[in-house]
């Protein structure tokens, strides 16, 4: 296997830990207006990620270096055709690192109240549009023989695209209410969990539309496999929910997103980014990548940092995993 594959499969693994552990983040973000009856519970669903949020956020920072150090053309072509929806992606997180910071800093309930509709709303925006990204991704937009986007912001808002951005949405928000099962007592672990099933029913629907979508247009036997464990997966993860098992429940949606992800970058490969004009004017593992020796200094340093990243993440998780309610909520309205 040449080094820029392996860079291929790297990056996937990359959005992969991003999708999964931020998948939750912005699932919890937006339960804070579906499942919190008040400002106690809002504030426990915003305790269960507080010490985790902006570490589960380096995902994403260390995926977009990945891509623009291993694959600069793909990240050029990428950033500048999705210019807007990646900018209101990092004005939302941007907003909403500020918001889990300010809503605290003063008593006023209106203050606390703004700061609050603004973790939702940061949470909702991202779910949805990175689905449509990848789906228009997987699916191929117009780029040029120059390896330029030539479409509009119009072209990016396609049925599959909306479908996949759909899906990120249930899927994330579904995960979130397993993780607040996962880490509440109470009455509100009950009510997430009566959630959490009904979304991951309105979830699987979804899911299966997509997925089968993406096996009809460009899937392979590979694909097919991954399609069947997220499928399989997520079935599980409603079960298990659904019989007050959240760990497992957890552990499945986590393998859903993970196969869900890894089907979209198998059928993608050997192409980083499609082009729905011509074929031979796609972007792929070879004609978009850095040069060897930029590749082999990128994976040294991958292989000394990486481990000690997963070691202190799993410390904190580790040390801030056991569960909490209303009841371990000060009174002071801070």
């Known amino acids: 296997m040449e080094l820029h ?12 830990g991003y999708f999964f552990l931020e998948g939750f983040d912005f699932g919890i973000g937006v339960l804070t207006k579906l499942l919190a009856r008040d400002r106690a519970e809002k504030r426990v669903l915003i305790n269960t990620i507080g010490p985790v949020w902006d570490g589960n956020e380096v995902w994403l920072l260390t995926a977009g270096g990945a891509t623009f150090a291993a694959f ?3 990240y050029a072509t990428l950033f500048s055709g999705f210019y807007l929806p990646l900018l209101l992606i990092l004005l939302c997180l941007i907003v909403r690192g500020v918001a889990f910071e300010y809503r605290a800093k003063r008593p006023e309930p209106q203050w606390q109240n703004n700061w609050e509709q603004a973790i939702f709303w940061t949470s909702l925006i991202p779910a949805v549009l990175w689905g449509v990204a990848f789906g228009n991704i997987v699916r191929g937009v117009k780029i040029d023989a120059s390896k330029e986007y030539v479409g509009t912001l119009f072209d990016l808002l396609n049925p599959y695209a909306l479908l996949g951005g759909l899906v990120t949405l ?17 009455d509100i672990r009950e009510r997430a969990r009566k959630l959490a099933f009904a979304l991951g029913l309105v979830t699987a629907v979804l899911a299966l539309s997509f997925l089968t979508w993406t096996q009809a247009s460009r899937g392979d036997g590979s694909s097919l496999i991954a399609m069947g464990i997220a499928v399989a ?3 599980g993860a409603v079960g298990a929910i659904k019989a007050g098992r959240e760990g497992w429940s957890f552990a499945l949606s986590g393998v859903t997103i993970a196969a869900a992800v890894a089907m979209l970058f198998l059928t993608l490969f050997p192409d980083v980014m499609p082009s729905s004009l011509d074929p031979a004017w796609s972007l792929t593992v070879t004609n978009a990548a850095s040069s060897p020796y930029t590749l082999k200094i990128m994976t040294w340093c991958a292989a000394i940092a990486t481990p000690l990243v997963l070691l202190y993440q799993g410390w904190t998780y580790w040390v801030f995993r056991k569960r909490i309610g209303t009841q371990h909520i000060a009174a002071d309205p801070h």
Not at 5 to 16: N, P, S, Y
């Open 72 to 74: 600069p053309d793909w």
């Open 170 to 186: 249930t899927l994330f928000t579904f995960h979130g209410a397993v993780f607040a099962a996962l880490k509440t007592v109470g």
């Open 5 to 16: 594959d392996i860079w291929f499969v790297l990056i996937a693994v990359l959005w992969i």
């Open 233 to 235: 997966a997520l079935v």
